[in-house]
């Protein structure tokens, strides 16, 4: 059974930083494109940025220039550097495969990143 567990959201400035890591569990991580994902209130979840299993990145317009995915295999953790931050990326983040489900239907509990003066 596999474990996505986000971590470090919180509230921050405009213009501030935060890094966001996600820890998977129970599966070969290293032979998956992963994905960041995020869900604003009253809102549909969308992918913001993606990794392959060969390191190569796209980002989604909004948060290109801003965010950056990063991957360690070694200990099966995706991140996402996220700077400059906007009152429009306050959303809850979640990872998941890219394309999603590939290690079932579901989702981790998500980190809620809220930006605001």
């Known amino acids: 059974q596999v474990q996505l567990v986000e971590s470090g959201g919180g509230l921050v400035q405009p213009g501030g930083s935060l890094r966001l890591s996600c820890a998977a569990s129970?599966?070969?991580?290293?032979?998956?494109?992963m994905g960041w994902y995020r869900q604003a209130p009253g809102k549909q979840r969308d992918l913001v940025a993606t990794?392959?299993?060969?390191?190569?990145?796209k980002y989604a317009d909004s948060v290109k220039g801003r965010f950056t995915i990063s991957r360690d295999n070694a200990k099966n953790t995706v991140y996402l550097q996220m700077n400059s931050l906007k009152p429009e990326d306050t959303a809850v983040y979640y990872c998941?495969?890219?394309?999603?489900?590939?290690?079932?239907?579901?989702w981790g509990q998500g980190t809620q990143v809220t930006v605001s003066s």
């Open positions: 990794i392959t299993s060969g390191g190569s990145t």
């Open positions: 129970g599966s070969i991580f290293s032979i998956y494109a």
């Open positions: 998941n495969t890219d394309p999603p489900y590939r290690w079932g239907p579901f």
